[in-house]
């Protein structure tokens, strides 16, 4: 039983790690955020990772519950997600300022910012649907292996968030490590990434909802 639960664990603890994945977030965040002061970027930090924390702990706990109670399937969120996933990953390739871009004369666009930490960086970009996904299972396994699994699962989320946090914090020195000309080259490429990442998203919500369609 011990082994099985080491096992898990490590399991766990890989795959919440990789599907969070803090470094892409953290270089979303920096182009999201390039053009606001200090302040208001830890603020969007902070407020990005305590909300996709909430939001991956309560599906953690109720998730399967709730879309079972709403009918809703995953692949319909995997799907939603692809959309706005392409949308942003339009804006990067294209380098549109959009609204990412924040004057002092502008005090509503200081809403926008707070929608940024919600929408996209909290979802989709950390807690969103592959990380819920990966959640819901997760703990729909540690419930049929002992108590010590499902705290696990969540120790897993919460140092997951904690490392994506510190990366985002932490920005600057990540980013003075690259130049101006490098940095609009992989805010391009990251664009790009996203792009197909979300049309991943799509194609793979598409084939587990209609399985004939990928000749199963």
């Not at 969007?44 to 809703?72: E, H, P, T, Y």
């Not at 299972?137 to 108590?147: R, S």
């Amino acid at each position: 039983m011990a082994g099985d639960v080491l096992s898990f664990a490590l399991l766990t603890l890989s795959s919440i790690l990789i599907i969070v994945n803090p470094l892409g977030a953290t270089l979303i965040y920096v182009s999201l955020t390039t053009n606001l002061d200090k302040p208001m970027r830890d603020g969007i930090a902070k407020d990005s990772c305590r909300f996709a924390l909430f939001i991956l702990l309560f599906v953690a706990v109720l998730g399967a519950w709730i879309l079972q109670i709403f009918g809703i399937s995953l692949e319909a969120f995997r799907i939603a997600g692809g959309i706005l996933l392409f949308g942003i990953g339009m804006e990067m390739v294209y380098a549109k300022t959009s609204r990412t871009k924040l004057t002092a004369t502008e005090k509503y666009e200081s809403r926008d910012m707070e929608d940024i930490a919600v929408m996209p960086l909290a979802i989709p970009m950390i807690a969103g649907p592959g990380a819920i996904t990966t959640t819901i299972v997760l703990m729909n396994e540690a419930i049929t292996l002992t108590p010590l699994a499902a705290g696990v699962v969540f120790a897993s989320i919460i140092l997951s968030i904690v490392i994506t946090y510190y990366m985002m914090r932490n920005s600057d020195y990540i980013m003075s490590k690259v130049g101006q000309r490098e940095y609009r080259a992989i805010n391009r490429l990251m664009g790009m990434l996203l792009i197909a990442i979300a049309v991943q998203f799509v194609l793979t919500g598409i084939r587990t909802a209609f399985p004939l369609l990928a000749g199963g």
